[in-house]
Structures are given as structure tokens and as C-alpha cells.
């Protein structure tokens, strides 16, 4: 294929294998006879900036399926499982989020004077649930990297086309983790995260008197 | 009419249209779903293969034996690809003539009752 094609054969490199095997010659095939058909320049022109458009959307739309038919077919229950569970518990702490940020905008409240803040619930969502769903990502996940035949678990770690559930989910808790512990209300005790996390009795303490 | 007389999106429904007279490559099939829809559907290399790819794992239409070193593969409506065609058009023609009975087809546009 001329080299005119270069940048579309590295695009053609984000479809998955398979329909990049079976497809991917008889795209460039067709956009060259698109080419072929087309004398003007700026007809020329108007079928790049088409394919421009066209194969990005295609490409997520494939690779959606993939890891659509992957998800359904390839990946083992309790992966599903505990991706769903995970993503069920962490919706609370979304949601909190959204409502405090919206609080914040509405009524000009600070993350203390809000709502939310005073709510029985708050620990629940900003801690427990998040750090259930880290565990539950990260049992899932451990247990689908142990149960590898021989020699094969680091093949595993790094099989993210089917883990992709819970590394995700478990990335997310963490992160989420991370925000509550390095925030400032966090900071209650001693202002030190790492002492924080130590003395999380106090901590916990603390931040439900803030 | 059984719910899957009417199951064909539009770009499949314009493909298998366009794959009833003869087999034909990618290209070929771009073009005719353009003139059939007169200019309506245009579909670009990505969206053409997507579709084709699930009519393919749908057994609507099937690859036609062509040279293996050859970039243009031929496709062409497999037996329950012709069904299936056949079902959609003539859940169509009875629609416009319920259409025609109504005379749903010579009001004015925007006209509903």
C-alpha cells in the first residue's frame, strides 16, 4: 500500500486484532478506490476529512464490542462480579460528590458548611464503601492472577482485555482513597497523611466532628 | 407481523438492499447504498466494515471465495440474508399502503389529523 496510507495503517493499529486482521486491507483498499474515483482535489479533500471522522468513531465503537464480547464470553464470573459490586459501591461516593459540588455552586457552601458534610452517612460513603470496593476489586483480582496455570501469571497481572472490571474499579476506590486521606479535612490530627492513616482512630474521630 | 420482520437498522437494511443484485466489494457497496439512498446514507470505510462485520456474524451476508491475496473481498446475502431482506420489504410495502389507504402520503408535511 502507498505510503499516503501511513497514518491510516498506525490508525488502523487501534482496532483489535482480529478485525484488524480480517478488515483492515479492505479498508485501505476501499479508501483508495475512493481515492482512484474522486479527480478533484477538494474532493479528495472531503473524503479524508470523512475517513477523519469516520474511523476514530469506528474504532471506539469496535473496541466497545470487543471488550463487550470479551466481558460477556471470556471473563470469568467473579471478575464480573466483583467489577459490578465494586462499581455498585463506589456509585454512593460518586453521587456525594456530584450533590456536594452542586451544593457548593447553589449555595456557595464550603465543603464544611454543606449538607452532605453534616450527614450520619458521610463516613459511610467518603470510607467504607469506597474501601470495600478496593477489596472486593482487589480480591477478585489477586484471586484471577492465582489461579493462573504455570508460568503464567504475570501474563495475568497484565490482562487488562479481561480484568479490565475490577483493575479499573479497584483503581478507582484507591484513587478515590487517596483524595479522602490527602484532603484537608482529612488533615484533623496532625496534618501529616502518613500519621493520619496511623492514628486513623483519631482521625476517623475528627473528621466526624468536622 | 412478528417483532422480527422489523429488527434491520437502516445502514443494514441499505447494505443487504444493495448486496440483492450481485455480490460486490466495499467500495461497490458504498456506492450503491449512496445512489439507492439517493445520497442520504453515506457511509465512510469504518462504518461500512462495522456493518458488515455484524451482518457477516449475523449470517445475513457472506464472503464470496475470492483470490486470498486480494484486498477487495466480495460479499453477498447468504440464504437467511434474501429471508430476511425479503421480510423487511414487505413489512415496508405493507406499511405504505396502509400509508396510501390513509392518505398519510399527500398531506401536507407537518400535517397529523
Same mark, same amino acid.
Given at each position: 500500500?502507498?505510503?499516503?496510507?501511513?497514518?491510516?495503517?498506525?490508525? !488502523?493499529?487501534?482496532?483489535?486484532?482480529?478485525?484488524?486482521?480480517?478488515?483492515?486491507?479492505?479498508?485501505?483498499?476501499?479508501?483508495?478506490?475512493?481515492?482512484?474515483?474522486?479527480?478533484? $482535489?477538494?474532493?479528495?479533500?472531503?473524503?479524508?476529512?470523512? $475517513?477523519?471522522?469516520?474511523?476514530?468513531?469506528?474504532?471506539? &465503537?469496535?473496541?466497545?464490542?470487543? /471488550?463487550?464480547? *470479551?466481558?460477556?464470553?471470556?471473563?470469568?464470573?467473579?471478575?464480573?462480579?466483583?467489577?459490578?459490586?465494586?462499581?455498585?459501591?463506589?456509585?454512593?461516593?460518586?453521587?456525594?460528590?456530584?450533590? @456536594?459540588?452542586?451544593?457548593?455552586?447553589?449555595? @456557595?457552601?464550603?465543603?464544611?458548611?454543606?449538607?452532605?458534610?453534616?450527614?450520619?452517612?458521610?463516613?459511610?460513603?467518603?470510607?467504607?464503601?469506597?474501601?470495600?470496593?478496593?477489596?472486593?476489586?482487589?480480591?477478585?483480582?489477586?484471586?484471577?492472577?492465582?489461579?493462573?496455570?504455570?508460568?503464567?501469571?504475570?501474563?495475568?497481572?497484565?490482562?487488562?482485555?479481561?480484568?479490565?472490571?475490577?483493575?479499573?474499579?479497584?483503581?478507582?476506590?484507591?484513587?478515590?482513597?487517596?483524595?479522602?486521606?490527602?484532603?484537608? #479535612?482529612?488533615?484533623?490530627?496532625?496534618? @501529616?497523611?502518613?500519621?493520619?492513616?496511623? *492514628?486513623?482512630?483519631?482521625?476517623?474521630? &475528627?473528621?466526624?466532628?468536622? | %407481523?412478528?417483532?422480527?420482520?422489523?429488527?434491520?437498522?437502516?445502514?443494514?437494511?441499505?447494505?443487504?438492499?444493495?448486496?440483492?443484485?450481485?455480490?460486490?466489494?466495499?467500495?461497490?457497496? %458504498?456506492?450503491?447504498?449512496?445512489?439507492?439512498?439517493?445520497?442520504?446514507?453515506?457511509?465512510?470505510?469504518?462504518? !461500512?466494515?462495522? #456493518?458488515?462485520?455484524?451482518? @457477516?456474524?449475523?449470517?445475513?451476508?457472506?464472503?464470496?471465495?475470492?483470490?486470498?491475496? #486480494? =484486498?477487495?473481498?466480495?460479499? =453477498?446475502? #447468504?440464504?437467511?440474508?434474501?429471508?430476511?431482506?425479503?421480510?423487511?420489504?414487505?413489512?415496508?410495502?405493507?406499511?405504505?399502503?396502509?400509508?396510501? /389507504?390513509?392518505?398519510?402520503?399527500?398531506?401536507?408535511?407537518?400535517?397529523?389529523?
Amino acid at each position: 500500500m502507498p505510503t499516503r496510507f501511513t497514518i491510516l495503517e498506525r490508525l !488502523l493499529s487501534l482496532y483489535s486484532k482480529g478485525y484488524r486482521q480480517r478488515y483492515g486491507d479492505q479498508i485501505l483498499q476501499t479508501l483508495a478506490d475512493m481515492l482512484d474515483d474522486q479527480p478533484k $482535489v477538494t474532493g479528495r479533500a472531503k473524503i479524508w476529512l470523512k $475517513v477523519g471522522l469516520d474511523l476514530p468513531i469506528s474504532i471506539v &465503537c469496535q473496541n466497545s464490542l470487543a /471488550s463487550g464480547s *470479551n466481558l460477556m464470553n471470556d471473563t470469568p464470573k467473579y471478575i464480573k462480579l466483583g467489577g459490578l459490586l465494586a462499581g455498585i459501591m463506589l456509585i454512593p461516593f460518586s453521587l456525594a460528590v456530584i450533590a @456536594n459540588t452542586l451544593d457548593q455552586a447553589i449555595y @456557595n457552601e464550603t465543603l464544611y458548611g454543606s449538607r452532605l458534610w453534616d450527614a450520619p452517612i458521610l463516613k459511610t460513603w467518603a470510607l467504607i464503601l469506597p474501601g470495600l470496593a478496593l477489596f472486593v476489586a482487589m480480591a477478585s483480582y489477586i484471586l484471577y492472577v492465582a489461579t493462573s496455570g504455570e508460568n503464567k501469571w504475570f501474563k495475568r497481572i497484565i490482562d487488562l482485555k479481561h480484568a479490565w472490571p475490577v483493575i479499573l474499579t479497584g483503581l478507582f476506590a484507591l484513587s478515590v482513597l487517596f483524595f479522602v486521606f490527602f484532603h484537608d #479535612s482529612a488533615h484533623c490530627v496532625t496534618g @501529616n497523611p502518613v500519621h493520619e492513616i496511623q *492514628n486513623w482512630h483519631q482521625t476517623w474521630q &475528627c473528621i466526624g466532628q468536622r | %407481523m412478528s417483532k422480527k420482520y422489523n429488527q434491520l437498522p437502516q445502514v443494514a437494511f441499505a447494505i443487504l438492499l444493495a448486496l440483492s443484485l450481485k455480490p460486490r466489494h466495499g467500495y461497490e457497496i %458504498m456506492k450503491q447504498v449512496a445512489e439507492d439512498s439517493g445520497g442520504k446514507i453515506k457511509l465512510g470505510p469504518g462504518a !461500512l466494515y462495522t #456493518s458488515i462485520k455484524q451482518l @457477516n456474524e449475523q449470517g445475513l451476508i457472506e464472503e464470496v471465495d475470492a483470490d486470498a491475496d #486480494s =484486498r477487495r473481498r466480495y460479499y =453477498r446475502l #447468504s440464504g437467511l440474508g434474501k429471508k430476511m431482506l425479503g421480510a423487511e420489504l414487505k413489512y415496508y410495502e405493507t406499511t405504505v399502503e396502509l400509508a396510501r /389507504s390513509r392518505r398519510v402520503l399527500t398531506m401536507e408535511p407537518g400535517y397529523a389529523y
